[in-house]
């Protein structure tokens, strides 16, 4: 799996560039919050997934029989991918943060204020 991951030819994040492809300062803030919130423990660079399955706290009973761990997904290219979650219950990237990870099991972002959190979204975004 991850010699494919590595084969596949991503195509770059037309947000939170600047005309140079570099992070634009937005996004620079949310990669510092990405790292600050141990988003990057589960979804190091440069593949923005470490291949290995968590119980994440988004499981419900109609998804298996029993409570079983997810692949970590790549976070590459995430602003052409959603709906999020496995089953798609989060519209948007900002749901998955703030609706989806009350006990902080998608990293530590319930304290985060409503600017990091945007600035965390537009890093994923320029992903």
């Known amino acids: 799996?991850?010699?494919?991951?590595?084969?596949?030819?991503?195509?770059?994040?037309?947000?939170?560039?600047?005309?140079?492809?570099?992070?634009?300062a937005q996004a620079k803030r949310g990669e510092a919050i990405?790292?600050?919130?141990?988003?990057?423990?589960?979804?190091p660079s440069p593949l923005y997934t470490d291949l290995q399955a968590y119980d994440v706290g988004t499981y419900?009973?109609?998804?298996?029989p029993e409570n079983k761990p997810?692949?970590?997904?790549?976070?590459?290219?995430?602003?052409r991918t959603g709906p999020y979650l496995h089953d798609g219950r989060a519209a948007t990237l900002k749901g998955v943060v703030t609706?989806?990870?009350?006990k902080d099991e998608h990293g530590n972002?319930?304290?985060?204020s409503e600017k990091e959190i945007d600035d965390l979204v537009a890093?994923?975004?320029a992903l």
Do not use: Q
């Open 60 to 64: 419900v009973p109609r998804d298996y």
């Open 99 to 102: 609706g989806f990870n009350a």
């Open 34 to 43: 990405f790292k600050k919130a141990g988003c990057a423990g589960c979804h």
């Open 70 to 79: 997810f692949d970590t997904p790549t976070l590459k290219e995430l602003y």
């Open 123 to 125: 890093f994923l975004m």
């Open 1 to 24: 799996m991850s010699a494919f991951l590595r084969s596949v030819p991503f195509i770059p994040s037309p947000f939170h560039r600047a005309p140079d492809g570099k992070l634009d």
């Open 109 to 112: 972002t319930s304290k985060l």
